[in-house]
Structure formats: structure tokens, C-alpha cells
């Protein structure tokens, strides 16, 4: 019956295809890799392993361009980078310093932005504390409280602090994602709520939407916000001055999967009990940082600026830290000839990322574009502890030294002290390797 009720929706399934992941884009990641072979070694050698190794240059050159794609289309565009996909303090302060503003969302997030000299801070995220709505009142000379809720405004209300907010809207009907903001039509409500109270300065609007692999969600919000700021009286939409368009920008390289985690394959596996080939990788296009800041722009101009000139923030976070870095792994123990076990685990990342994404393991010991099926496994004692099932090399070794490129995203934010330590961080800046002591900052 079900079968039946659905089989054009199961035809459609099996019949898309998640498009490879193209050879040259791989290629070129791995070449990365190659070309910093002996500083990876070097790092191995000096600090042992395993290792976060941070690249800061990557990490500049990253925020650089997010930040010029969407400075050379608005005069007044501030980036504040989300701290949730990685709050390690080296990469905080580094950005606070190249002039990111920051985005937190916790209490324990404002007081690392703070610590690591951050003099633009937002404050987002459901269901704040009072600990944490008078912390940020402290320091109000550098925050503004992007307030998810009325009750938030209450709470602020009887602090009695002087203070900047703006106002998180809801964007999704997804069950999930009605925690985060008021709904579009309370808008007003709150603008006027806010207004009344005197300590308390009503500056501006907010929304995020996640997982973007184009701009569309952004456009489509955009829109939806403009048509009911135009119906705001023209006294509580002055107060707006500015826009927050949140994160959510997918890298330019796309989405890199596992065969077996393509929507498609999944199913397919389920019906015909057919394994993947460990070399086939698969990608869901993404969307260039300039076309997007683009459509933003184009939105902005048609929906908003027809009623209301204002700033841009963006919180963008996968986006500027997925490249800034890389994990290090010495090969422990080779199990079978199809098995090698890493010297780290998983807990470096604090999730099972690699049982659906793909992501190259670069044998740095032994280098060649050559890449062979192998389970590249962590050292916890789970079975859920993989890194990957293939590898780039010549061969492997015990005592090779492996790199995975490009993990600062949703990993070190992620670490867990499960079975085994959170391994030490390094510092490349182009020229020299360095410790980083992160209780120092
Ligand atoms: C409010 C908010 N802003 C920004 C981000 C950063 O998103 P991304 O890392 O996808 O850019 C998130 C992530 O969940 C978020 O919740």
C-alpha cells in the first residue's frame, strides 16, 4: 500500500543522482595537501600528534573574501563571525583583530569573544538567561542583544540596563525551527513594546537559515521581511537600522559525500543491499560567495531599500573557518591489510561526520595522487570512530603521518573529552609553526 501511495516519489529517488564529485576539485584539494607536506611533517615531528593544525593564512584569506564579496556591494556591511562552528580562541581573536565583529550565543561564548578582544559582538540564540542578559548588559558598549522571544525583552526590561537590541524573526514552519525568533507578524508588537521601555534602544532585525547551497532561502526571506516592514508605521521603521541576514553560505566547493549517504543511495541500498564503491564520491553543488552577495544585494535593493535604508550584518561561520584546519593523525597500528587505526579519534571531532561526508586522507609519508580503498579508522574504543575508506598515497605505513584538510567547521567547536583527550592545536603562519596554549587567551 504504502509502496503504491508513493511509487512516483520512490521512481524519482531512485532515478536522481547526486552528481560525482568532480576529480579535478578533488584533485586540487589533495595538491593542497602535497604542497604543505613537509610543514605537516615538520609539525608531526616537533609537536606530535595527533594535532589541530590551524592555517592561519587560509583562515585570513577565507574571511578576507567574505568579506569583500559583500563590502563591494553594500556601503555599510559588518561580518560577525558565528562562534558555534568554532570557538577555538586563536581563530576568535585572529578574526577579531582582521575587524570581524563576532556572533555568540551563549553566555560562556560572550565571555570568550570578550577575552579574545572582540569589539563587535552579537548576541543571539533562544531562551537567554538572565546571567546571560546581564553579562551582555556589561558590556553594552560592544553588544547588541538580538532578543529571540518577548519574554527576553521582560527579562531586560526588569535588568533595568541600558542596552542595543534587535529582534531574531522566525523563518521556517519546520517544527525544529520554531524555537528561534517571534513570527514576521509580531513585529510591530515588539517594536512598540520595546520602544516604550526607556533604558532600552530598538536598533535593528534579524534571521538565519541554515545549510544554504544557494541563495535562495536568503531571497526569499529578504522578501517576505521587506513586505512587512513596508506595512510598519514609518516611525517604528525608522528605528531599523539595520539588517542581520544571518549565516547559513555553503563553501564554494559544495557539499562532498560518501556515495552511501546520497539521498538516492540510501534507498537504494535498503532495496538492493548493494555496497558503494568506497571511490565514489559524490557533491551537491554549492553556490560562488560573489553570486550569492550578489542576490543578497539584488534583494536588499527590490524588498528593503524602497522603505528603509539600513545596515547589513551577516553572521557567516562554516564559511570562513572550514579551511582554517586540518586535522593531523599518525598511522598506530595497521589491523589488516583493508585497516588502518589512527593515533586520534573521532572525539577531535565530536561526531560521527565521516560515517556521511567525504573528505580526502592525505598520506603525507608517503605522497601520490593515487587514491585506495582502506578504512581509515580512529583509536576509540567504538566501532563509530572512522575518518574515512579510502586514502591518498603511495601506501600506508605505521608511522605515516595523515592529514584531513579543511575541518574547522563544526568540529573543534564539537571535541569531546570521550576516552581520549582533545589533542593540542599548532599555529601555521606561513612561515613558522608555533603551540598555542588555548587557556592563555
Ligand atoms: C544564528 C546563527 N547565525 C549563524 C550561524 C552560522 O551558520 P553557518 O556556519 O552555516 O554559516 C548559525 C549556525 O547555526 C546560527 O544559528
Known sequence: MYIEEHSEALKHLLKHRTPALPQELLNKCVAKVHSMADVFLSAAEKFGSPLYFIDKQALLNSADLFRSAFSSKFDDFTPYFAMKSCNHPYIIRTLAEAGFGIDVSSGVELQTAIGCGAEKIVFSGPAKTLKELSLAAEYSDRVTI????????????????????????????????????IPLDELQRFIMTA????????????????WNLTPDNHTALIKLIGETIAELPEKLRNMIEFMDIGGGYWPEDG??????SAEEMKLNKQLLKNPCDPLDHRCVPSTGIDIYA?????????????????????????????????????????????IAITDGGTNMIGWERFEMDYFPVVNVSDISMTEHPMMILGSLCTPHDIWGHTFHGGGVKIGDVLVIPN??????????????????????DGKN?????CTSF
Do not use: M
Open 146 to 181: 538580538l532578543c529571540d522571544s518577548f519574554t527576553e525583552l521582560n527579562k531586560l526590561s526588569s535588568l533595568g540596563r541600558n542596552v542595543r537590541i534587535g529582534v531574531r524573526l522566525t523563518t521556517e514552519n519546520n517544527p525544529l525551527w520554531r524555537k528561534f525568533g
Open 195 to 210: 520602544a516604550e521601555i526607556k533604558h532600552i534602544s530598538f536598533c535593528g532585525v534579524q534571521f538565519h537559515s541554515s
Open 255 to 260: 557539499e562532498w559525500l560518501l556515495a552511501d
Open 294 to 338: 550578489d542576490a543578497v544585494w539584488a534583494a536588499v535593493e527590490t524588498h528593503i531599500r524602497p522603505h528603509l535604508k539600513c545596515a547589513i550584518y551577516a553572521e557567516p561561520g562554516r564559511w570562513v573557518c572550514h579551511e582554517s584546519i586540518h586535522l593531523l593523525l599518525r598511522v598506530e597500528d595497521i589491523k589488516l591489510p583493508d
Open 407 to 428: 575541518q574547522g567547521a563544526y568540529t573543534y567547536s564539537l571535541r569531546q573529552n570521550f576516552i581520549k583527550s582533545v589533542p593540542e592545536s599548532v599555529v601555521f
Open 433 to 437: 609553526i608555533n603551540g598555542v596554549n
